[in-house]
């Protein structure tokens, strides 16, 4: 299921916010190579706000404690701990657009 | 208060109260009015410690976890006694076995499980029952029932070799009974161990008194109205009196039987331990199905009630669990038991490091794939069970030599400390790093101190560990250390030291960090060099700097310091450490509207108001109209001071004035590290100035010391003195043409006293107080350059610089925009 979310222009290049969609909290990035990705908000170490985390490429590093991901694949320092990641992409018209798994419950 | 939601518990035993116990610490007691339905008439109790209430090493009223004063403490309801028959879900109620209902609005199922007993021909009579002598092994009950019986008995049979098994057996023998232990499988506790293991453990018991058959498959229990006897398969028989049936468990699911919740094994439930069919229904314990698991074991339910809790509190919504690495140890009758992960190789490249004594009962056998634990068992000898236990748990590369996993070996004995430290020692204490995960990163394949330090995260947390590591990584190397060229990059994203990149921005003309990743690194962003890059073109141009807020640190975007629950502190400006009955009086109000959890002093004489929402910040800096304290960045931080000359008798030099001058003077300015600045008024040095970025000392006769690269952080370090002035100006002039050379030389993080140590204080002095490089007067030149382009960052309160630069979470798009 697709959900339309924000403007890209809501995300200043190169940083993060944060979404609720259904009764998932996703940090949405927007990249400099104009390139979007969506994650799971919270650091699997400590819980910290990757949305606050610094940018290069698709690395993210989480502002607690410097733990980096990928935020195209949601690879992590160690297999176990990984992000998990939603498909992002910009509509035609500018928008921000993520595929959230289908719950069964409606949003 | 809102109406408290009705949270219903279905099930009384470990899972159910572990998990409510969970939800009050997370303050659940405020969202939900709790009840529990239980079928045995009791408070919770430890069913683990069953066994030792049996052999009568513990009283009933020892195992209990949660008496029945707990339930009225916390505000639960318990119906004890009670059997829910149905969950109806459309009305969203339950019923009970005596047709009372009870309505929810979230129901959590930890209706555990009970003893799977296999089909034995005269195991029950014809009402159901078990024949006399027949029993399970499960509950307190059971125990009270199989202790009342065993009395006078003489030979007992259990059928069963697993864990629960061996204990019951251990039970009976304790009453004096004779006891044989059946087993269908080809050795003993067959979850756990190996053949060869279990072959052992069978002797250990043996000579224990306990008879082992193995291999036997109970077909049919013997005698009329009393226990005679079994009958296997094989058609051999034995003579008992009584049994107990310790075959295995069985989930308990019949509960949601006809509600339509997805049953397999067990109630399959996804990730945050919700059922995949019902939001408002969570199952924990024994009778959950995880991605196919169904755990039997204590601690995958602790794991599981933490993410139900913060789940069903919206503690943190996003909570789930990813499953649970079945690691075990316990004693089975007197004998050490580890068992971890499995307990055969399953793939061709899976190494296989073993040890066997079994005339002492000793056996040791460890799986290992890619160089990692995925299996171990223990038997015997446990001792090197804790430090297996965490590498499986943790999935860390173990050492090269095997031997060291099974063995504590005494290593060769060497001049230098660090050799002779236990591979256990703890060599960083921020990130928890080890000698041995050093070394095991080394043997791994990483062989500098930074890929070590990358790698472990060592030396990643204050730093000050950063010289062992490197030098444990050398010695791990055998000399083979390879240097990484990125240590005398400034950042480690662009290839060039500091002067050679000061020069290319400079001939470049390059403004902004991405014109330095496109024309310094190949176009390739690295997010790690971001700061540091920002910095030092923030220090070069001032404000004709293309400031990209993104490579900036999240303290740096917010002018914040981000806390451990992603909440900030704010510390507003106060020169010299002096307030006002004003100030005071806006702070406190701030911290009563905001609601502020903590206000305390801080080590720089200021006050801080921690655990501020990221929303609230614009409107807190407001209310305060107070500058910013900059006590988040990477930046001149404050200059504490004692009371000077104004009041006290001892003082020699007036320290609070100096320190404002200092503080508006120095305000803002971007650095490769914090500076932290004191003045003392008298060599009593109350405000520790010697042990400062920069420091200043009264002396007798009118004169300042000015002391740099002091430190009493991570690393404690006195300041050298850099000169001595007459004059509060002076004392600025020489500061600041330090402070300016440090900002341009330094590498990124490099503090004062790792400065002034690589380049010595009679370098530092020659440049900066003899101008030995004809520099001084440009130094000057750009620190009030600096000082002019000083601006405010709380004044963005007013006009944010990006899009919702202080927002926490951004609201949907209108749904009448959608599509």
Redesign the interface.
């Known amino acids: 299921m697709e959900?339309?979310?924000?403007?890209l222009?809501?995300?200043?290049?190169?940083?993060g916010?944060?979404?609720?969609?259904g009764?998932?909290?996703v940090a949405v990035f927007r990249t400099?190579t104009g390139e979007v990705f969506a994650v799971?908000?919270?650091c699997p170490h400590?819980?910290?706000?990757l949305a606050?985390?610094?940018?290069?490429?698709s690395?993210?590093?989480c502002?607690?404690?410097?733990w980096?991901f990928d935020l195209a694949t949601g690879a992590g320092p160690?297999?176990?701990c990984a992000l998990?990641t939603f498909a992002a992409r910009v509509d035609e018209r500018g928008?921000i657009v993520l595929s959230v798994p289908p719950t069964?419950?409606s949003l | 208060m809102t109406a408290r939601q009705k949270l219903v518990v279905i099930g009384n035993g470990m899972a159910g109260a572990r998990a409510v116990e969970e939800i009050l610490s997370r303050g659940g007691a405020d969202q939900f009015a709790i009840t529990m339905i239980g079928e045995e008439p009791t408070g919770n109790y430890n069913r683990i410690l069953l066994s030792n209430v049996l052999n009568g090493s513990s009283g009933e009223d020892e195992i209990f976890l949660n008496p029945m004063e707990w339930y009225a403490e916390h505000g639960i309801r318990l119906r004890a006694g009670r059997r829910v028959t149905r969950i109806l879900r459309q009305a969203k109620h339950i019923v009970c076995d005596n047709d009372e209902t009870e309505a929810y609005d979230k129901l959590i199922i930890a209706t555990g499980s009970r003893p799977f007993v296999p089909p034995i021909e005269g195991l029950f009579r014809t009402d159901g029952s078990f024949m006399p002598g027949v029993f399970v092994f499960r509950t307190l009950e059971d125990c009270r029932q199989i202790a009342a019986f065993a009395k006078g008995k003489r030979r007992a049979a259990v059928i069963g070799g697993g864990l629960l098994g061996l204990e019951a057996a251990r039970g009976l023998q304790n009453f004096g009974l004779t006891v044989s232990v059946v087993h269908l499988a080809a050795h003993l506790m067959q979850q756990q161990l190996d053949g060869p293991a279990g072959a052992i453990l069978r002797q250990s018991m043996q000579q224990m008194g306990l008879e082992i058959l193995l291999e036997k498959s109970t077909t049919h229990l013997l005698g009329r109205d009393t226990v005679e006897g079994l009958r296997f398969s094989d058609g051999t028989t034995l003579a008992c009196e009584m049994v107990i049936v310790s075959a295995g468990i069985k989930p308990n699911c019949e509960v949601a039987a006809g509600s339509g919740l997805t049953i397999e094994r067990a109630l399959v439930v996804d990730d945050?331990m919700r059922s995949?069919?019902d939001?408002d229904i969570y199952v924990v314990g024994e009778c959950a199905q995880h991605r196919g698991q169904v755990y039997g074991l204590v601690s995958p339910l602790w794991d599981q009630a933490k993410v139900l809790a913060d789940h069903i509190t919206s503690t943190?919504?996003?909570a789930?669990y990813?499953g649970s690495r079945i690691a075990t140890k316990l004693k089975v009758m007197g004998v050490d038991v580890a068992s971890m992960g499995i307990v055969e190789p399953q793939l061709p490249e899976d190494e296989v490091v073993q040890f066997s004594e079994a005339r002492r009962g000793t056996y040791k056998k460890l799986i290992i794939r890619d160089g990692r634990l995925v299996g171990g068992i223990l038997l015997g000898d446990i001792g090197k069970a804790p430090y297996l236990m965490q590498a499986f748990d943790r999935?860390t590369p173990l050492p090269e030599q095997r031997l060291q996993l099974l063995f504590d070996i005494g290593a060769p004995a060497a001049q230098v400390s660090f050799v002779e430290m236990s591979p256990d020692t703890q060599i960083c204490n921020c990130t928890g790093v080890s000698k041995r995960a050093i070394v095991a990163c080394v043997n791994s394949g990483k062989r500098s101190p930074q890929a070590v330090m990358s790698a472990t995260?060592a030396g990643?947390g204050c730093g000050s560990c950063k010289a062992l590591v490197a030098e444990i990584v050398e010695w791990a190397c055998d000399g083979e250390v390879e240097e990484d060229p990125s240590l005398h990059y400034y950042v480690p994203?662009v290839p060039l030291s500091k002067p050679e990149l000061i020069e290319a921005i400079r001939n470049r003309n390059l403004r902004s960090v991405?014109a330095v990743f496109d024309y310094l690194a190949g176009g390739?962003?690295?997010?790690?060099?971001?700061?540091g890059l920002a910095s030092l073109l923030k220090t070069l141009w001032k404000d004709e700097y293309d400031d990209?807020?993104?490579?900036r640190?999240?303290n740096d975007?917010v002018h914040a310091n981000?806390q451990?629950?992603?909440t900030f502190s704010v510390i507003p400006q106060m020169p010299g450490g002096v307030t006002n009955v004003a100030q005071l009086r806006r702070i406190a109000d701030v911290a009563e509207r905001y609601q502020v959890p903590l206000v305390k002093l801080t080590g720089g004489q200021r006050i801080d108001l921690l655990g501020i929402k990221k929303d609230d910040l614009p409107a807190v800096w407001r209310d305060l109209e107070m500058p910013s304290g900059y006590a988040y960045s990477k930046s001149y931080r404050t200059c504490k001071s004692c009371v000077g000359t104004d009041f006290c008798r001892f003082g020699l030099g007036d320290s609070i004035s100096l320190a404002m001058k200092i503080e508006e003077e120095f305000q803002g300015f971007d650095s490769p590290h914090k500076m932290k600045l004191a003045t003392a008024g008298c060599p009593r040095n109350c405000s520790e100035a010697m042990v400062k970025d920069v420091g200043a000392v009264a002396v007798e006769g009118g004169r300042w010391e000015i002391y740099v690269g002091g430190a009493a952080g991570s690393s404690v370090r006195k300041g050298d003195v850099l000169c001595t002035v007459d004059s509060h100006e002076d004392v600025l002039k020489f500061a600041g043409r330090f402070i300016q050379f440090y900002r341009e030389n330094a590498r990124y993080l490099e503090r004062t006293y790792a400065f002034v140590e690589r380049l010595g204080i009679k370098r530092i002095r020659s440049v900066v107080v003899d101008d030995s490089e004809g520099i001084a007067a440009r130094l000057e030149q750009e620190v009030s350059a600096s000082r002019a382009a000083y601006r405010d960052p709380w004044r963005e309160a007013a006009a944010p610089a990006?899009?919702?630069?202080f927002?926490?979470?951004?609201?949907?798009?209108s749904v009448a925009?959608?599509?």
Not at chain 1, 46 to 49: K, L
Not at chain 1, 52 to 57: I, K, M, N, P, Q
Not at chain 2, 807 to 813: G, S
């Open positions: 959900v339309t979310i924000a403007p222009s809501a995300i200043p290049e190169g940083e916010r944060n979404f609720v969609v009764s998932d909290r400099r799971q908000a919270q400590r819980g910290g706000p606050d985390g610094l940018t290069g490429g690395t993210l590093i502002p607690l404690h410097g980096k160690d297999p176990e998990r928008r069964g419950y | 945050q995949v069919d939001r943190n919504v996003a789930a990813h999935h995260r990643t994203g991405s390739e962003e690295d997010a790690g060099s971001k700061p990209e807020r993104d490579a640190f999240i975007r981000i451990r629950d992603g990006t899009a919702n630069q927002a926490t979470m951004l609201p949907l798009v925009n959608q599509g």
